[in-house]
């Protein structure tokens, strides 16, 4: 950090002090500068009349957060800088929310993964989604030979044409329900790899909409698989082709209807690779919790309110979630393809829980304003299909893979007929079956 004092940073900055919570650093000087005890940061922001905190990288999350908590009540702006600076200026950034996410830096070999994709034929559904995005560039870097990257979303599909105009690449517009254009990609494309992300996953706005979540994360699932079938039944395939189901934390003891569908689609994942064999199809279905900055999710809810100068709401002071940024959720599921013996369930170790008004302060700090007073927030109740905490999901009935952040569900699958349930909630479907009967129906199967 030596460099970090000259000049003043080429007169745009001054630096007040430095702190630090490692007692063998307190007292001793950089340049100048002494370095001050951590815990009397609020003090020495006070006493310099400081706008600025500048974190070095890579910031310990515990420190900033606590760093946080103490300067809640000044208005300040929080940055990250290198520890080594060349050019300093250009190197300074803002802290980010995931900075504060309390986890360790999730380091894994890349190879096996390397040599899964590797010059592979890849098939992405949902690929316009905030997961599925992520999994065509983290995928792309492992140069498959070819991706096709099907999703609904109009817009979408011509975003994802505009960035990845290569000529691997191929975008193609499509409903995960309609069959005939599944097995015509199946045909023409012939994937060996396919990531099945497309799906409803807004528990509240599901609860309400029951009917387009379970003909989308049920019929749509049952609808691919029933196109994989008949690709692999063509004898054209060269070695098994492998699924890799995108589940969810809401899957484990459902109370909703989307923990509900979602659970339901990897028991037909299961049971149609189980009746198919493992030479021929290999599944995987990966659940994991809430990501970071995802379409719908909290955290693009709390900026845009910030934004528009709104109180920021949350359901309730004691709600906690689960959280991972989606490049770090990818990287998972991808490794999870590794460790996978074929017909699996697996779950994504979340680390630990954080309370939503935490994460809502937290927000507002990094904004530049003082929670409570400069931004109010608001409590507006617990929502239909919501749960107050989630469970430590992923070591339910699991146990932990080669992999330190993957857990292997244990718990005995249904076995079902696949096709006689598809045709009873079809017909249940045409009869405008409730959203009480529908829970009650599904529930048997779990």
């Not at 003090?43 to 990288?57: H, K, Q, R, Y």
């Not at 065509?136 to 099907?150: I, M, S």
């Not at 003891?253 to 199809?281: C, H, T, W």
């Not at 569900?409 to 007929?417: G, Y």
């Amino acid at each position: 950090m030596q460099d970090i004092t000259r000049e003043d940073i080429n007169g745009r900055y001054r630096i007040a002090a430095f702190v630090d919570n490692d007692p063998n650093k307190i007292g001793t000087r950089i340049g100048p500068y002494r370095i001050f005890d951590g815990q009397r940061i609020a003090e020495l922001v006070e006493t310099f009349t400081a706008s600025e905190i500048w974190f070095t990288m890579p910031g310990k999350p515990e420190f900033m957060t606590e760093v946080l908590h103490q300067l809640q009540n000044f208005p300040l702006q929080y940055k990250m800088v290198p520890r080594k600076i060349q050019q300093l200026l250009p190197d300074i950034r803002s802290l980010r929310l995931e900075d504060l996410i309390q986890r360790p830096e999730i380091r894994l070999s890349t190879d096996a993964v390397e040599t899964l994709i590797n010059n592979k034929r890849v098939l992405i559904t949902g690929a316009a989604g905030s997961i599925g995005q992520e999994i065509v560039r983290q995928v792309l870097q492992y140069k498959p030979v070819r991706v096709v990257l099907f999703d609904q979303w109009e817009y979408g599909v011509y975003q994802l044409n505009q960035h990845y105009n290569f000529e691997n690449v191929h975008c193609v517009l499509g409903d995960i329900r309609d069959e005939e254009r599944l097995l015509s990609i199946m045909e023409n494309e012939k994937p060996e790899i396919i990531f099945h992300a497309a799906a409803y996953k807004h528990v509240p706005l599901l609860e309400t909409n029951f009917i387009e979540a379970l003909k989308t994360n049920i019929l749509g699932t049952a609808t691919l698989l029933k196109s994989i079938v008949h690709w692999l039944s063509l004898g054209k395939t060269v070695g098994p082709v492998k699924l890799v189901n995108i589940s969810t934390d809401k899957a484990v003891e459902p109370e909703n209807i989307m923990g509900l569908s979602k659970r339901i689609s990897e028991l037909l994942v299961y049971n149609v690779a189980r009746e198919f064999g493992s030479q021929d199809l290999q599944t995987v279905s990966v659940r994991f919790g809430n990501v970071l900055g995802s379409s719908g999710s909290v955290v693009p809810l709390f900026l845009e309110q910030i934004h528009k100068g709104l109180p920021l709401t949350v359901t309730h002071p004691d709600m906690e979630r689960f959280f991972m940024t989606i490049p770090e959720a990818v990287n998972l599921v991808l490794h999870a393809l590794t460790v996978s013996s074929g017909q699996d369930i697996l779950a994504l170790d979340m680390g630990k829980s954080v309370k939503i008004l935490e994460l809502a302060e937290r927000i507002i700090l990094l904004s530049g304003y003082i929670p409570h007073k400069d931004i109010k927030i608001e409590f507006t109740g617990i929502r239909p299909g919501e749960k107050m905490k989630e469970e430590l999901f992923w070591e339910k009935d699991s146990v932990r893979t080669d992999n330190p952040y993957i857990f292997r569900s244990e718990k005995d699958l249904k076995v079902l007929n696949v096709e006689e349930f598809i045709d009873k909630t079809v017909e249940a479907l045409e009869n405008n079956k409730s959203l009480g009967w529908f829970k009650d129906y599904l529930r048997q199967y779990i």
